[in-house]
């Protein structure tokens, strides 16, 4: 029976090491399909019909893909067992993560952590602090922040030289987010560290890019704000959501308003379309009672 063959199909990933989980329960519900007609081998046709009774576009490609991978390991054993070809529900893009909207005293508790990495009385700790702080107040991307020479940090802001799709942009901040990068180059030169790059390690060189988002979720981690090895919480890049999310919910709200702040926070987070900065905005609470308020006004103005 299939139902037989998935089970040793996912006994020998889980060996391996990987959960297999969400695969395995795909496969069973695929196999009690299969199994209603009576087949004991994989057939192209029903995985088809079984694929398209999906609940949308992105589960059936990639219920799919996953009873794909299965009928390639089963005809490896024996030939009359079906492989779909690749592809046929579309190749797709990776589902977005579900972003993390963080509140001020969990950022505040990230950016105390990372005073107490180590090695301590160096300039590593005060890195974190302050590159994690700068990615809040400005929504910057992390290449973006650790891009920025020290030259970048002028009178009028900081100059991003490493955009996305090789586009620079003059960023203004906040007096205090200056005042914080003030600090921080001054610790920096109490401490000798030289380098061109504005934010460094103990190499005198920015850190890299991956280091920084394993630092970030270890101290989510730490702090609770994450569970364990392989569960979901907050990632680097939900500073960015966060800025963008929070930033709408201070806009003030009439729909003019709303529309120049759009195309402002656009700019400001260097996107090529507006499109893109609508992506990281998020049905919230304080956005969704101001919705419905604005949609019980218009309601009173139109029964007038």
Same mark, same amino acid.
């Given at each position: 029976?299939?139902?037989?063959?998935?089970t040793?199909?996912v006994a020998? =990933?889980?060996?391996?090491?990987?959960?297999?989980s969400?695969? %395995?329960?795909?496969?069973h519900?695929?196999?009690? =399909?299969?199994?209603a007609?009576?087949?004991?081998?994989t057939l192209?046709?029903r995985i088809?019909?079984?694929c398209?009774?999906?609940?949308?576009?992105?589960?059936?490609?990639?219920?799919?893909d996953?009873?794909?991978?299965?009928?390639v390991?089963m005809n490896?054993?024996?030939s009359?067992?079906?492989?779909p $070809?690749?592809g046929?529900?579309g190749? &797709?893009?990776? $589902?977005? *993560?579900? *972003?993390h909207?963080l509140?001020?005293?969990?950022?505040?508790?990230?950016?105390?952590a990372a005073?107490d990495?180590?090695p301590? &009385?160096?300039?590593? $700790?005060?890195t974190? =602090?302050h590159?994690?702080?700068?990615?809040?107040?400005?929504?910057?991307?992390?290449?973006?922040?650790l891009g920025?020479?020290?030259n970048d940090?002028?009178? @009028?802001?900081?100059v991003?030289?490493? &955009?996305k799709?090789?586009?620079s942009?003059? !960023?203004?901040i906040?007096? %205090?987010t200056r005042?914080?990068l003030?600090d921080?180059?001054?610790i920096r030169t109490?401490?000798?560290? @030289?380098? @061109?790059?504005?934010?460094?390690?103990t190499?005198g060189?920015? *850190?890299h890019?991956?280091?920084?988002?394993?630092?970030f +979720?270890? !101290?989510?981690?730490?702090l609770g704000?994450?569970?364990?090895?392989?569960t979901?919480?907050?990632?680097?890049?939900?500073?960015?959501?966060?800025f963008? +999310?929070?930033?709408?919910e201070?806009?003030?709200?009439d729909r003019q308003? +709303?529309?120049h702040?759009?195309?402002?926070l656009?700019?400001?987070?260097?996107?090529a379309?507006v499109?893109n900065t609508y992506w990281y905005l998020?049905a919230?609470p +304080?956005?969704l009672r101001?919705?419905a308020?604005a949609s019980e006004?218009l309601?009173?103005?139109d029964a007038?």
């Open positions: 029976m299939l139902s037989n063959d998935v040793r199909y020998v =990933y889980q060996a391996l090491g990987l959960n297999f969400e695969q %395995s329960r795909t496969l519900l695929y196999a009690r =399909y299969a199994e007609y009576d087949d004991r081998f192209v046709s088809r019909d079984w398209s009774t999906a609940s949308s576009p992105i589960r059936a490609r990639s219920c799919y996953t009873a794909r991978r299965f009928c390991f490896a054993e024996d009359r067992h079906e492989v $070809p690749a046929a529900f190749r &797709g893009k990776r $589902p977005r *993560p579900a *972003p909207l509140e001020l005293h969990q950022i505040r508790a990230i950016m105390n005073l990495l180590p301590r &009385g160096s300039i590593r $700790p005060h974190y =602090y590159l994690f702080g700068l990615l809040a107040a400005t929504g910057l991307r992390i290449s973006e922040a920025l020479q020290r940090f002028t009178e @009028d802001g900081l991003v030289r490493c &955009g799709f090789g586009k942009r003059l !960023l203004p906040q007096a %205090s005042q914080a003030n921080y180059i001054a109490r401490l000798g560290c @030289d380098g @061109d790059d504005l934010f460094v390690v190499t060189r920015a *850190p890019k991956v280091t920084t988002h394993v630092i +979720v270890k !101290l989510a981690r730490q704000l994450r569970g364990p090895d392989r979901r919480g907050p990632r680097l890049h939900d500073l960015r959501h966060t963008a +999310v929070r930033s709408l201070a806009c003030a709200h308003a +709303v529309a702040h759009i195309a402002a656009c700019t400001y987070l260097g996107h379309d499109s998020e919230t +304080v956005l101001d919705i308020a006004r309601f009173k103005e007038a």
